[in-house]
Every structure is written in structure tokens, then in C-alpha cells.
């Protein structure tokens, strides 16, 4: 499973080269790999739906990490949708994108991509391998909805999606590890087997829900699927209607066998579900652009899904199943359409199109069908699927079984309602309105590799409603994890027709209501303008608050003075770690000052020096001192035998004076008085005093903190020779033990020389092209600049 990933990854690489040549040609090598990952599955789907395929990689073993895979039958019916719904979809882009686009050079490798994360993301069965390929999958769509980042509205739903998405991950992410924790193992198989239960248990289960909300925009995350509508039609076929909004979903029902009992699982499920399900409906009907009409619709069925697959029970887990493939079936196609469409007459907007169903008649009737399933007509897919999902409630009864019925029914009328607006809005004729011509001027009659992909959806969703037994075996394997409330339940079969009775009915109340709401469309857009609520509004004020907010906190704490950060850096440590030395730490017995005879005059030496900087008027002077410190400090290092840490203390010294000195000749040779600044300076003695003290006694405690007659040094000693193939042990701790410490070091001093490099090259740039062009002094030099340029040369 993980060479499948790996092979989607390595193609997506290679199809830039294909794109160079022929750009058409790239979607359609694209299609291979999901088709033949397709054909794998269902090869494999005899074991998927019974004890499952499983595969593991441990590329850590010494943490407990491996990347753990797992298909059966709820990852066999994702894989459907992502490589087979992939690949159709990449045959229609064959023909979407033209031989000069543009966004082909980038779509067909981020397709691929995506396919390739998404396929691991289906299959993982770790929490935090499902993670990787979860972020994976926010990276990958932000760049497909950006595309080139030409156009404004494309960065701002790129960036919105990432955001969105991203936050939801890392609250996800802290969830999985509370759960992961609390189980004793990150494996979602033997979390589902044996369900842990407590108070960690409680606070993952609201975070993990906070991920799977975001992704599947759910309210009140739900804004930026619609507003990613700014991408090219196959990204949102792909993305928003087969794939990527349906992770969520897909780790509700993953994990919904285990804890669909308790009501911080179900509870903000049912919450959330049933009100996306009505925003996401309600929505649809005032939208006039038919991707945006299918975009809130895709948020109305999210919830719809939500609710299936989260709430537990056999008959939901069966239509949560149907209904999660059956959405694909008929969104993707839907979407398709509106491509062709907008290919053929260089519009979507639906006050625009007239009288499409004579121009283009098969595209009328395939959008029909796939719009029939949404509705949920018989015998379509969607029709089994809605019966199963009333039967699952009204079966339950109490007051959550009639109320979750009564609100999947009200959504259900809105579905309906908003399947009546596609086609009306796509295909029929207006009063009052020309036929709109196809095609147009500049655009193309739909061809085979237009319509051919929209038909093969249309027709399976057909198909697999007339053949449901073939879906039952799939969804039935799945729905044996949940319990049956009775024997009627655990003995319900999918079925086109299960007599008179409530499920057919809220069918029939459904479908009537949708064609009333639709025939009523004139005052629900009057309604709906009315509306004060609007989460994308509350998307825009909450980044606009961050924004204010960050203003707000970097100008109180970067306000460009570095005696104040190096003040609350001190006060930091003398209020923190001072505290919890002097309670916590203990004073080793025997203290000594000092060792050595030598280490008094150079410890004389350091003090005198520092005080007399702390009194120098002169900067040269004060840079001096300084570096009188620093020697004398690599002057006590070598005394206590430590030539490597005294090599590295001189020589920073040095570049330091080398730097100081380039600098001082652009200031004033003298510190500026500000007698007024005498309490701010007494307070800057005494908190560098006080600080200078607890860095001391810290470092007397903890070089007292040893427990035991080891240490490190012996380990070091003991693996030298045969690990670092070395005799000297300090070139062994510096190039292989703590290597990498060694290249941030050589990194910090490559820095520094570029510092000091570019302020020489400065210098000689003064000198050749000074105030009159012969080397002269240029007023830096002499003392006339502005104090302001002064700030600027050195900030």
C-alpha cells in the first residue's frame, strides 16, 4: 500500500516532463496510476471486506513509530471515490484543459498529488500516519485552488482553505495524542477494537471533532468550500465533491464504532450535521453561479453524511456508506456539467444560460439523472441511500431518533429544492430570455472527453441503485462494527422497495416540498438577501481581530530598543529560574573559590573590566573592555582544561571586536548623556546585578546536580573508539556525537563573517564613492550625518 503512495508521488514528479510536451498527454498518464490502484482494491476486495489488508513500515522503531496501513471496507469505499472518481476525472480534464492552458502545467502533478496523500490518508491505520497525510492533503488543495496566484480571489480562497483546514489539524493533531495516550496505542484498528474510555478520552474527542469539522466544512467552518470554487472546474469535481471534503467525514465513520455511545461524540455530530445540512441547503437556492449552487449543496450533504456516519447503528452505518458513494456519483458528474457548460457558452451563471436542453440534449439528460440521485428519486442510488437514512431514525424513535428524522427530512426538502434550481437553472428555457447560443464565439461544442466521464457517473449511480445488492455487500461489512438496536435492525436490507411506511413517506414529502421551494424561488432569494448571519463575515472579522491584535502586541514589545529585550530577557530569568533554584535546587557541599591561583587574577580581571564599562564614556574604550571580558573569560577556560571552548571563545571575540570596530566609525565617538534616563539606568544596574547573581548560583547548583559516580563523559570515552572511529574524544563529541550542534555553530559563524564581510565591503564603497568621488570622507565620517541615518545603518 505505502509503493502505491510512493508511486503516485514519484509520477507526479516525472508528469512536469510529459506537460513540456504535450500538456493533454500528462492528465491522461495521470489516470493510469489511480485506475490501476482502483483495480488493485477491488482485487483485494474479498479480504477488505472480511479481516482486511493490512501493511506496516516501522521507520522508528526504537519511538514506537511506523506507518501503518489498513484496507477494508470503509477504506475500500473511499478508494473508490478517490482512484476511481480520480482517474474519470482526469480523463475529463484531458479535454478541460485546452493544449495552451496554463493551469495544465501545475494541475495534472498536483492532481496526482493529491490522489497520491489522499489514497494514504484512506488507508492509514495510525494516528499520526493519517495525520501527515491529512496536513498533506490542505497543502496540496491550497495550491490547486491558488493555481498560478495570479488572480486575488484565488490567494484569498487558497489562503482562507489553508487556514481553515490547518487550525482544524492542529487541534486534530493534540487530539490524537490525548486519544493515542489514553489508549496505549496509536493503531485506529485497536483503538476501534478495544474503545478507551476517561477524562483524556473526553478532551480528544471534541479536538479530533474540530479537525474533521474544518475539513469537511462543517458550520461554522464551511465558508471556504464555497469560496474554492474559484478553481478550475476538475480541482472542485476532485476535490469538492469526491475526495478531499469527505476526510472528515471519513474519520467520523472510522472512529464512530468506538465511541458513537458517548455525548461528546454524537451530540456536536447531530449539532453540527443537521445545521450545515440546513445553512449549506438554505444557501444553495439564492446562488445564481451553478458551481456555488453545487458547492453549498456539497456543504448540505456533508452534514447529511456527518450525521450518518457519526451517530452509530447498523442502518445508519449502511446509508452513511450508500449515501457517501452515491454523493460522488452524482456531484462529480454535476460538476463535470458545469464545465462543459461553461466551455460551450462562456458562462455559469444561471440567469444567463436559456434553453440549453435543445443545444446540448445529452448533457440535459445526464444531468438529470445525476441530479434525480441528489433529489433522492427512484431507482437511483440516492433513493436506497435516504430511505436507509429515515429508516435508521424513525426505527430508533425517542425524542433524538424523531428529531434527527425530522431534521435529515427539512434538509432533505432543501436538497430537492436546490436539484430542481441546477436543472432549471442549467437546462430550461426563460420566459423572456433568448436561447443561448453554443457555442458561443471563442468556445467548443462539449466533446467526447467531456461528456463521456459525466455519462459513466451518471449511469453507475443508476446502475448501482438497481444493483444494490453489489453496494450492500460493501456497506453491510462496514456497518457489522455498530450494534443493532433490536433484530428488526440487525435484519435490515437495502432495498428499492420496502412496503408502504414512514421512511417512504418523508421520501414523498421530501421530493414535494423540494419542488414547492422551488416553485416558491422567488421569495425564498428574497428571503434569504434578508438574512443577518453570515459566516463569512465572522471568517473575515476573526483574522481582521488577529491582525489588529498582532499590531497591537509587536508594537508594545518590538519597540527597536535592544537594552529593552535584553532587560526582559534578565527579568525573565531572574524571576522564573532564579525562584525555582533557590527552592528546588541545593547548594553542593565543599564549594570552593576557586581552584586554581591563576583563575584570581583572571576573574580580577573579568570584574574590573566590567564595572569599567559599566563607566566608560567612550565607545571604543567600551568595546575594549568588553573583549577584555570575553579573553579573560577564554582565559579561564583554558586553565580548567578546556582548550576547545577557549579556541571558540577567542575567536568570537575577535570577529566581534573586528565588527565593532567597522561600526564605531559611523557613530559618535562619545555616548550620548541622558541625565534625565538616571532612574532607568539604576535600574538597569540592579537587574544586571541581580541577574549576573543567579546565573551564578545556577551554575553552582547545577554543577552540584550529578547523581552518581557516572557521567557523561564516560559514555563518551566508552563509545569513541569503535562508534567515532577516534581517539581524541572531543573531536568525536564535536563531529559525530553532537554533529549537528556543531553545524549550527559553523552556521552562526558563517553568518557573522557575512556581517562583518558586508560591512567592509561597505566600507571600501564609502571610500571609492564618497562625498566627492576621490575617496573623500563622506559626512558619516566626519560627523555630520543625521542621528536618524545613523539608526538606519545600524537597524
Known amino acids: 500500500m505505502l509503493a502505491l503512495v510512493v508511486a503516485h508521488l514519484a509520477v507526479a514528479g516525472l508528469l512536469p516532463l510529459v506537460s513540456a510536451r504535450h500538456r493533454r498527454a500528462a492528465f491522461a498518464v495521470a489516470a493510469v496510476l489511480p485506475a490501476v490502484t482502483l483495480a488493485w482494491a477491488l482485487?483485494?476486495?474479498?479480504?477488505?471486506?472480511?479481516?482486511?489488508?493490512?501493511?506496516?513500515?516501522?521507520?522508528?522503531?526504537?519511538?514506537?513509530?511506523?506507518?501503518?496501513?489498513?484496507?477494508?471496507?470503509?477504506?475500500?469505499?473511499?478508494?473508490?471515490?478517490?482512484?476511481?472518481?480520480?482517474?474519470?476525472?482526469?480523463?475529463?480534464?484531458?479535454?478541460?484543459?485546452?493544449?495552451?492552458?496554463?493551469?495544465?502545467?501545475?494541475?495534472?502533478a498536483l492532481l496526482l498529488t493529491f490522489a497520491g496523500v489522499m489514497l494514504g490518508l484512506v488507508l492509514a491505520d495510525d494516528l499520526l500516519t493519517l495525520y501527515v497525510f491529512w496536513e498533506l492533503t490542505s497543502v496540496t488543495s491550497y495550491l490547486l485552488i491558488g493555481q498560478s496566484g495570479e488572480k486575488r480571489e484565488s490567494r484569498r480562497a487558497a489562503l482562507?482553505?489553508?487556514?481553515?483546514?490547518?487550525?482544524?489539524?492542529?487541534?486534530?493533531?493534540?487530539?490524537?495524542?490525548?486519544?493515542?495516550?489514553?489508549?496505549?496505542?496509536?493503531?485506529?484498528?485497536?483503538?476501534?477494537?478495544?474503545?478507551?474510555?476517561?477524562?483524556?478520552?473526553?478532551?480528544?474527542?471534541?479536538?479530533?471533532?474540530?479537525?474533521?469539522?474544518?475539513?469537511?466544512?462543517?458550520?461554522?467552518?464551511?465558508?471556504?468550500?464555497?469560496?474554492?470554487?474559484?478553481?478550475?472546474?476538475?480541482?472542485?469535481?476532485?476535490?469538492?465533491?469526491?475526495?478531499?471534503?469527505?476526510?472528515?467525514?471519513?474519520?467520523?465513520?472510522?472512529?464512530?464504532?468506538?465511541?458513537?455511545?458517548?455525548?461528546?461524540?454524537?451530540?456536536?455530530?447531530?449539532?453540527?450535521?443537521?445545521?450545515?445540512?440546513?445553512?449549506?441547503?438554505?444557501?444553495?437556492?439564492?446562488?445564481?453561479?451553478?458551481?456555488?449552487?453545487?458547492?453549498?449543496?456539497?456543504?448540505?450533504?456533508?452534514?447529511?453524511?456527518?450525521?450518518?456516519?457519526?451517530?452509530?447503528?447498523?442502518?445508519?452505518?449502511?446509508?452513511?456508506?450508500?449515501?457517501?458513494?452515491?454523493?460522488?456519483?452524482?456531484?462529480?458528474?454535476?460538476?463535470?456539467?458545469?464545465?462543459?457548460?461553461?466551455?460551450?457558452?462562456?458562462?455559469?451563471?444561471?440567469?444567463?444560460?436559456?434553453?440549453?436542453?435543445?443545444?446540448?440534449?445529452?448533457?440535459?439528460?445526464?444531468?438529470?439523472?445525476?441530479?434525480?440521485?441528489?433529489?433522492?428519486?427512484?431507482?437511483?442510488?440516492?433513493?436506497?441511500?435516504?430511505?436507509?437514512?429515515?429508516?435508521?431514525?424513525?426505527?430508533?424513535?425517542?425524542?433524538?431518533?424523531?428529531?434527527?428524522?425530522?431534521?435529515?427530512?427539512?434538509?432533505?426538502?432543501?436538497?430537492?429544492?436546490y436539484s430542481a434550481r441546477f436543472v432549471w437553472g442549467a437546462f430550461a428555457t426563460k420566459p423572456g430570455r433568448a436561447a443561448t447560443q453554443v457555442p458561443t464565439p471563442g468556445a467548443h461544442t462539449p466533446g467526447a472527453l467531456l461528456t463521456g466521464p459525466v455519462w459513466l457517473c451518471a449511469v453507475a449511480g443508476l446502475a448501482l441503485g438497481v444493483g444494490y445488492p453489489t453496494l450492500e455487500a460493501l456497506a453491510a461489512s462496514y456497518a457489522a462494527q455498530h450494534p443493532a438496536v433490536d433484530a428488526e435492525a440487525a435484519a435490515y436490507h437495502l432495498a428499492l422497495w420496502h412496503g408502504l411506511g414512514l421512511p417512504l413517506l418523508f421520501s414523498a414529502v421530501a421530493i414535494g416540498g423540494g419542488l414547492l421551494l422551488h416553485h416558491l424561488r422567488t421569495r425564498t432569494t428574497h428571503l434569504h438577501h434578508r438574512s443577518p448571519l453570515g459566516a463569512q463575515r465572522g471568517y473575515e472579522a476573526t483574522l481582521e481581530g488577529l491582525e489588529r491584535a498582532a499590531v497591537g502586541v509587536t508594537g508594545r514589545l518590538q519597540v527597536g530598543s535592544l537594552p529593552a529585550y535584553l532587560a526582559t530577557i534578565l527579568a525573565v530569568l531572574v524571576l522564573l529560574v532564579g525562584p525555582s533554584t533557590l527552592l528546588g535546587g541545593t547548594w553542593p557541599s565543599g564549594q570552593v573559590l576557586y581552584h586554581e591561583a591563576v583563575q584570581v587574577p583572571l576573574a580580577a580581571a573579568v570584574i574590573v573590566a566590567a564595572l569599567a564599562v559599566a563607566r566608560a564614556r567612550r565607545r571604543f574604550t567600551a568595546v575594549l573592555l568588553v573583549g577584555v571580558v570575553g579573553y579573560g573569560v577564554g582565559g579561564l577556560f583554558v586553565v580548567n582544561g578546556a582548550p576547545d571552548l577557549a579556541l571558540a571563545q577567542f575567536l568570537v571575540e575577535?570577529?566581534?571586536?573586528?565588527?565593532?570596530?567597522?561600526?564605531?566609525?559611523?557613530?559618535?565617538?562619545?555616548?550620548?548623556?541622558?541625565?534625565?534616563?538616571?532612574?532607568?539606568?539604576?535600574?538597569?544596574?540592579?537587574?544586571?546585578?541581580?541577574?549576573?547573581?543567579?546565573?551564578?548560583?545556577?551554575?553552582?547548583?547545577?554543577?552540584?546536580?550529578?547523581?552518581?559516580?557516572?557521567?557523561?563523559?564516560?559514555?563518551?570515552?566508552?563509545?569513541?573508539?569503535?562508534?567515532?572511529?577516534?581517539?581524541?574524544?572531543?573531536?568525536?563529541?564535536?563531529?559525530?556525537?553532537?554533529?549537528?550542534?556543531?553545524?549550527?555553530?559553523?552556521?552562526?559563524?558563517?553568518?557573522?563573517?557575512?556581517?562583518?564581510?558586508?560591512?567592509?565591503?561597505?566600507?571600501?564603497?564609502?571610500?571609492?564613492?564618497?562625498?566627492?568621488?576621490?575617496?573623500?570622507?563622506?559626512?558619516?565620517?566626519?560627523?555630520?550625518?543625521?542621528?536618524?541615518?545613523?539608526?538606519?545603518?545600524?537597524?
Open 43 to 108: 482485487g483485494h476486495a474479498g479480504a477488505a471486506l472480511g479481516p482486511g489488508v493490512t501493511s506496516t513500515l516501522a521507520w522508528a522503531p526504537a519511538l514506537g513509530l511506523q506507518l501503518s496501513f489498513r484496507l477494508d471496507a470503509l477504506a475500500l469505499a473511499m478508494v473508490v471515490l478517490v482512484s476511481g472518481l480520480g482517474a474519470v476525472i482526469l480523463v475529463y480534464s484531458t479535454g478541460y484543459f485546452g493544449a495552451r492552458s496554463e493551469e495544465a502545467n501545475r494541475s495534472a
Open 654 to 795: 575577535t570577529l566581534s571586536l573586528v565588527a565593532f570596530v567597522f561600526v564605531l566609525r559611523r557613530l559618535p565617538a562619545n555616548f550620548t548623556e541622558q541625565p534625565s534616563l538616571r532612574r532607568a539606568q539604576l535600574f538597569k544596574a540592579a537587574l544586571a546585578t541581580v541577574g549576573g547573581i543567579v546565573v551564578a548560583g545556577v551554575a553552582v547548583v547545577l554543577s552540584g546536580a550529578r547523581v552518581g559516580p557516572a557521567s557523561a563523559a564516560d559514555g563518551f570515552i566508552a563509545l569513541a573508539p569503535d562508534e567515532a572511529g577516534a581517539k581524541n574524544i572531543i573531536s568525536a563529541i564535536l563531529v559525530d556525537f553532537r554533529a549537528l550542534d556543531t553545524v549550527g555553530e559553523i552556521g552562526v559563524l558563517f553568518v557573522a563573517a557575512a556581517g562583518v564581510a558586508s560591512l567592509v565591503l561597505a566600507t571600501r564603497y564609502d571610500r571609492r564613492g564618497g562625498e566627492d568621488g576621490r575617496g573623500g570622507r563622506t559626512p558619516m565620517e566626519s560627523g555630520q550625518g543625521s542621528p536618524r541615518h545613523e539608526e538606519d545603518v545600524l537597524g
Open 160 to 417: 482562507q482553505a489553508l487556514l481553515v483546514t490547518i487550525f482544524g489539524g492542529l487541534m486534530m493533531l493534540l487530539g490524537f495524542v490525548l486519544l493515542g495516550e489514553a489508549a496505549g496505542t496509536y493503531r485506529i484498528s485497536e483503538i476501534v477494537a478495544d474503545p478507551p474510555r476517561g477524562a483524556l478520552v473526553t478532551a480528544a474527542l471534541p479536538l479530533i471533532l474540530l479537525g474533521a469539522f474544518t475539513k469537511s466544512a462543517q458550520l461554522p467552518f464551511h465558508p471556504w468550500l464555497p469560496a474554492a470554487m474559484v478553481a478550475p472546474t476538475p480541482v472542485s469535481a476532485y476535490l469538492h465533491a469526491a475526495s478531499m471534503v469527505k476526510a472528515g467525514v471519513y474519520l467520523v465513520g472510522r472512529l464512530s464504532p468506538a465511541f458513537a455511545e458517548l455525548a461528546v461524540w454524537w451530540v456536536p455530530i447531530v449539532v453540527a450535521g443537521i445545521g450545515t445540512m440546513l445553512i449549506g441547503g438554505w444557501r444553495a437556492l439564492a446562488e445564481t453561479d451553478l458551481k456555488r449552487v453545487l458547492a453549498f449543496g456539497t456543504v448540505s450533504q456533508l452534514g447529511f453524511l456527518m450525521v450518518l456516519l457519526g451517530v452509530g447503528g447498523r442502518i445508519a452505518a449502511l446509508a452513511g456508506v450508500v449515501m457517501l458513494l452515491a454523493h460522488g456519483l452524482f456531484k462529480a458528474p454535476l460538476f463535470m456539467i458545469v464545465g462543459a457548460i461553461d466551455h460551450a457558452t462562456g458562462t455559469r451563471d444561471l440567469r444567463k444560460l436559456s434553453g440549453l436542453r435543445t443545444s446540448l440534449p445529452g448533457l440535459t439528460v445526464a444531468g438529470a439523472l445525476a441530479a434525480a440521485s441528489m433529489a433522492g428519486l427512484p431507482p437511483f442510488v440516492g433513493f436506497v441511500g435516504k430511505e436507509a437514512a429515515f429508516e435508521a431514525f424513525l426505527h430508533e424513535g425517542g425524542v433524538r431518533g424523531w428529531l434527527i428524522a425530522l431534521g435529515l427530512l427539512a434538509g432533505s426538502v432543501l436538497t430537492a429544492a
